[in-house]
């Protein structure tokens, strides 16, 4: 069965830090990969996402990811984040379902 | 649009109480679907319906039905709440199941069972 491993639980930085949030898939087919944001008392909303092609996609926001096949991963990145940017962050990976990871909370200090 | 609207907002029930939430979007979208977040869990999955007059079971189903007599409405019904089901509840659509398709969420419903 699929799943999707996110390792970092809960991340702290200060603002214009960079930031990088592991995602790891379990699953040998094709599948889609996504990044869902969640800001405080809001519902979720896409990122980015990757369905083919070029391995690096960019979203909103500054937020890019990386998908590297060979090591069943899908890393989120901001160079320099903000106060605005703190939420929790979801990667999500789809074959024929949809499956979450359990979330990073990120929280970011002016 | 107002895309994906969830009732009610908040609810608090007793231990063998029922209730149905209700979901509903005006994008035309085939495909909806019922989620749970619970801390540390992330968002699993109860069911999902690919259509009209249609339903699927989940990741996590149990305790739940679900009904979409209409495309625009995706009904979760809890018929004896259980505190276990103290959650957060998020509906979604799409309007194709590949991944091509993304799936806008709805604000949440925050459940809690006494």
């Known amino acids: 069965a699929q799943s999707v491993s996110q390792h970092n639980h809960h991340v702290i930085l200060s603002e214009a830090a960079s930031l990088e949030l592991g995602c790891n898939y379990s699953?040998?087919?094709?599948?889609?990969l996504f990044w869902y944001v969640q800001y405080p008392g809001q519902h979720l909303q896409l990122l980015l996402k990757y369905f083919s092609g070029d391995p690096l996609v960019k979203g909103i926001k500054g937020f890019e990811a990386e998908f590297i096949k060979s090591k069943f991963s899908f890393n989120l990145r901001k160079p320099s984040v903000q106060w605005s940017d703190t939420a929790e962050y979801f990667c999500?990976?789809?074959?024929?379902?949809?499956?979450f990871g359990t979330g990073t909370r990120l929280q970011v200090f002016p | 649009n107002a895309g994906v609207t969830q009732t009610p907002k908040f609810r608090v029930l007793k231990t063998g109480q029922s209730m149905t939430l209700l979901c509903a979007q005006d994008m035309n979208h085939e495909y909806m679907y019922w989620y749970r977040q619970d801390p540390g869990m992330g968002l699993r999955l109860i069911h999902y319906s690919v259509g009209e007059g249609t339903t699927a079971k989940g990741e996590v189903p149990d305790g739940y039905n679900v009904s979409r007599l209409k495309k625009q409405n995706f009904l979760l019904g809890l018929e004896s709440a259980a505190p276990s089901q103290t959650s957060v509840y998020f509906c979604?659509?799409?309007?194709?199941?590949?991944?091509?398709?993304?799936?806008?969420f709805g604000p949440g419903t925050r459940l809690t069972v006494t």
């Open positions: 699953y040998g087919g094709t599948v889609n």
């Open positions: 999500a990976v789809k074959s024929d379902k949809l499956i």
């Open positions: 979604a659509s799409s309007y194709g199941a590949g991944g091509l398709y993304e799936q806008y």
